[in-house]
């Protein structure tokens, strides 16, 4: 499975008011496919699990051929962040602490925790045990970086076999126990049983990435702090990774997107432009994090310039940190402006806000540019590359 990096390690960005305003763009849509429901991660930094989570929800969606909405999967997020944040716990205390202990993650964390753990519906587990309805994890956060950070200590000079169960506690304490069973739609589950039941085969989840410091057709881990699972990425021409997402959704598939959004262009209002300008810094929600305040002004413009790509452009952006592990998001469709120019289709987890409801339209200069990488079903992927990487 694909690493894709993203959320939770990053500084803050702040930004000036927006330098695009949607009133300026026509869309039309080339091709839209299924999804769930937008929803909000708030004030924590899982990004990584609700992109991902919405992605195989849309997997289910196609694999299902399901048409009516109510009967569309809705996945729990923090079942699947409760059990990622011990096994990184697990791993962090036998390293050492020589780890990133956050909140941010991978696309592959999920795709581990599905095959390990399993999945529960959203009616059933909401892991908010604190008094939230949405979540907030900044004390969660710093009572488990904590906690594994005295064991790693080891002051008794000899660890006990006792410690893992601290970090269940501190789970229960703050999110509620999982569930060992429940129910949708009238049939009873385990975890386990209700991932078998989805109609997916999670082994046909594969990423993708585009740089030139690994050779092409190889796979390797991206070395970023939050793909603490070290799941590798194949390495594909510039060319090829933009014909990859082409071809997914061309055939009905969609994309768990992880990437930089630190970028100006990137803005509150529902639209990435790759533009030439710099970023200015703040704190608050993820949202805020990224793209500012809600009372910004934007200051109309007529469809802005952006920058043109190149594999060397896209390699030095990595090299020099200027493209960074910020977001990850779900692409499912692509549309044109009034100039026929491409853009992405994107849903992200901010709640319902800007000018499309929580949806963004992405450039494919962004897309080119500031993408780290990619989760995709393999049988997405054009059979000529497949064999290039010698994947079946």
């Given at each position: 499975?694909?690493?894709?990096?993203?959320?939770?390690?990053?500084?803050?960005?702040?930004?000036?008011?927006?330098?695009?305003?949607?009133?300026?763009?026509?869309?039309?849509?080339?091709?839209?496919?299924?999804?769930?429901?937008?929803?909000?991660?708030?004030?924590?930094?899982?990004?990584?699990?609700?992109?991902?989570?919405?992605?195989?929800?849309?997997?289910?969606?196609?694999?299902?051929?399901?048409?009516?909405?109510?009967?569309?999967?809705?996945?729990?997020?923090?079942?699947?962040?409760?059990?990622?944040?011990?096994?990184?716990?697990?791993?962090?205390?036998?390293?050492?602490?020589?780890?990133?202990?956050?909140?941010?993650?991978?696309?592959?964390?999920?795709?581990?925790?599905?095959?390990?753990?399993?999945?529960?519906?959203?009616n059933a587990y909401s892991g908010l045990q604190y008094g939230y309805d949405l979540p907030v994890q900044g004390e969660l956060d710093a009572v488990l970086a904590?906690?594994?950070?005295?064991?790693?200590?080891?002051?008794?000079?000899?660890?006990?076999?006792?410690?893992?169960?601290?970090?269940?506690?501190?789970?229960?304490?703050?999110?509620?126990?999982?569930?060992?069973?429940?129910?949708?739609?009238?049939?009873?589950?385990?975890?386990?049983?209700?991932?078998?039941?989805?109609?997916?085969?999670?082994?046909?989840?594969?990423?993708?990435?585009?740089?030139?410091?690994?050779?092409?057709?190889?796979?390797?881990?991206?070395?970023?702090?939050?793909?603490?699972?070290?799941?590798?990425?194949?390495?594909?021409?510039?060319?090829?990774?933009?014909?990859?997402?082409?071809?997914?959704?061309?055939?009905?598939?969609?994309?768990?997107?992880?990437?930089?959004?630190?970028?100006?262009?990137?803005?509150?209002?529902?639209?990435?432009?790759?533009?030439?300008?710099?970023?200015?810094?703040?704190?608050?929600?993820?949202?805020?994090?990224?793209?500012?305040?809600?009372?910004?002004?934007?200051?109309?413009?007529?469809?802005?310039?952006?920058?043109?790509?190149?594999?060397?452009?896209?390699?030095?952006?990595?090299?020099?940190?200027?493209?960074?592990?910020?977001?990850?998001?779900?692409?499912?469709?692509?549309?044109?402006?009034?100039?026929?120019?491409?853009?992405?289709?994107?849903?992200?987890?901010?709640?319902?806000?800007?000018?499309?409801?929580?949806?963004?339209?992405?450039?494919?200069?962004?897309?080119?540019?500031?993408?780290?990488?990619?989760?995709?079903?393999?049988?997405?992927?054009?059979?000529?590359?497949?064999?290039?990487?010698?994947?079946?």
């Open positions: 499975m694909a690493a894709v990096l993203v959320s939770g390690a990053a500084i803050a960005q702040n930004r000036p008011a927006a330098p695009v305003d949607p009133k300026d763009y026509q869309f039309t849509t080339v091709k839209e496919l299924p999804i769930t429901p937008v929803k909000n991660q708030f004030r924590s930094g899982t990004c990584w699990c609700f992109s991902t989570l919405s992605f195989l929800e849309s997997e289910v969606i196609k694999a299902k051929n399901l048409k009516d909405p109510a009967l569309y999967p809705d996945f729990s997020e923090m079942f699947v962040v409760r059990k990622a944040y011990y096994d990184r716990a697990i791993k962090y205390v036998r390293l050492n602490g020589k780890l990133q202990f956050s909140a941010g993650s991978d696309f592959g964390d999920v795709i581990e925790v599905a095959k390990t753990y399993g999945l529960i519906d959203q904590g906690y594994v950070g005295a064991v790693v200590k080891n002051p008794n000079r000899k660890l006990t076999s006792v410690w893992p169960k601290g970090v269940e506690g501190i789970l229960d304490a703050y999110m509620g126990e999982a569930p060992e069973t429940f129910s949708v739609n009238g049939v009873s589950y385990t975890p386990q049983s209700y991932c078998q039941s989805l109609g997916i085969n999670l082994d046909d989840y594969i990423g993708f990435t585009s740089y030139t410091h690994h050779p092409f057709y190889t796979a390797f881990a991206m070395e970023v702090e939050d793909n603490w699972r070290w799941t590798p990425s194949w390495n594909v021409p510039l060319d090829e990774f933009i014909a990859i997402i082409d071809n997914a959704v061309d055939k009905g598939y969609t994309v768990a997107w992880g990437g930089d959004v630190s970028e100006t262009g990137f803005t509150r209002n529902g639209l990435a432009i790759l533009l030439d300008t710099e970023n200015a810094a703040t704190s608050g929600s993820d949202q805020e994090r990224w793209v500012g305040k809600a009372d910004e002004a934007a200051p109309a413009k007529p469809l802005a310039k952006e920058m043109e790509v190149t594999q060397e452009s896209r390699q030095l952006m990595f090299d020099e940190k200027t493209s960074t592990d910020d977001h990850g998001m779900h692409l499912y469709g692509i549309a044109k402006d009034q100039n026929g120019n491409k853009y992405y289709l994107i849903k992200n987890s901010w709640g319902v806000t800007g000018a499309y409801d929580g949806l963004w339209y992405m450039s494919e200069n962004f897309v080119k540019a500031k993408t780290l990488n990619i989760m995709i079903n393999k049988n997405a992927v054009p059979k000529d590359i497949l064999k290039k990487l010698g994947v079946k």
